[in-house]
């Protein structure tokens, strides 16, 4: 595995590792010009190799959940495989999903690298040869963004995300210091085993899952655990997220076109990691959406390109 570095003229810097595509490194500059990491990262790079949190990678071919690892592609059964075996769903692109695979470098300048992987027909059960493209790109002030590109030459459904766990705080020990903010109406009713069900929507007015206000973390971590917000309208991209760290005024803007954000307080963290030491707001579509015909299709067609944006905004008081 090889890490490759961007970096602009004020000095935010991102590093990628091929292993996973993933963010192993993001360095933003404080109001007085100091570099802040903000992303949980392991001390050695032959650690991500065992990694069980997903940290900081590339999610697919399908980020989040599937019921029993079931889909119907023009009503032709396909079995993905079951790697959450508990409760027998699959999750995050399998047992060896695109978080475990090695991506080749396509082009790189100083504030924009390009990876491409491509994912054979069958692979973790998934029909179709598929050929994604992922791009990082630094602007001149605080900003990241990932462009997800791919095609397909059979119908598949597609579903890439970035598992980043961010941590505003200067000590990098919890989350605790930090606001939430979701401007969304609506959340996804869940089932203990993470699955939506019927309403498969409801509005968060009243409800636990209401943080259309800035939300102490530390009120709502244990409560929430995890959940999807749903925003309309599909595919406008559009401010998902802002994330506040009270002691030190750094604050992160989660911008996104996809229709769903995941908010997960990192409860389940561990390792050489604590629970609730980062948390993570994933773009995406919503668990279990090939099941559920309420929800945006996934599906993506040999005359289709897949497309979508997200951006981390960084900022301080």
Aim: proline share 5%; glycine share 6%.
């Amino acid at each position: 595995m090889k890490s490759f570095l961007l970096k602009n003229k004020i000095n935010t810097q991102v590093e990628i590792l091929d292993y996973g595509c993933r963010i192993i490194n993001l360095l933003i500059p404080d109001s007085n010009g100091n570099s802040i990491e903000t992303v949980l990262r392991y001390k050695n790079l032959v650690d991500y190799d065992k990694d069980t949190n997903y940290l900081g990678c590339t999610i697919g071919r399908y980020a989040n959940r599937i019921l029993e690892g079931s889909i119907e592609i023009n009503k032709q059964h396909q079995q993905l495989s079951i790697n959450e075996t508990l409760s027998n769903n699959h999750l995050h692109g399998g047992f060896e999903g695109f978080d475990k695979k090695i991506w080749k470098v396509v082009s790189q300048t100083d504030q924009k690298i390009e990876f491409s992987y491509f994912s054979k027909d069958g692979e973790e059960g998934y029909p179709g040869n598929l050929t994604i493209y992922i791009i990082y790109e630094l602007d001149d002030y605080r900003t990241l963004k990932i462009t997800y590109l791919a095609n397909t030459d059979r119908e598949t459904i597609l579903n890439l995300s970035n598992h980043s766990y961010f941590n505003l705080s200067d000590n990098k020990e919890s989350i605790d210091d930090h606001m939430i903010r979701i401007p969304s109406d609506y959340y996804t009713p869940l089932n203990e085993n993470h699955i939506p069900y019927s309403p498969y929507e409801s509005k968060v007015e009243g409800s636990i899952y209401d943080l259309r206000e800035n939300t102490p973390v530390e009120t709502i971590k244990k409560k929430i655990c995890n959940t999807n917000y749903r925003f309309y309208p599909n595919h406008q991209f559009k401010d998902q997220a802002l994330l506040t760290d009270i002691k030190t005024g750094r604050t992160l803007r989660i911008r996104s076109d996809y229709p769903g954000l995941q908010v997960y307080f990192g409860n389940y963290l561990e390792g050489s990691l604590k629970p609730f030491q980062g948390l993570c707001c994933e773009p995406h579509y919503a668990p279990n959406s090939p099941n559920i015909n309420q929800y945006p299709s996934v599906l993506l067609k040999p005359d289709q390109q897949y497309k979508h944006n997200i951006e981390f905004v960084f900022d301080n008081f």
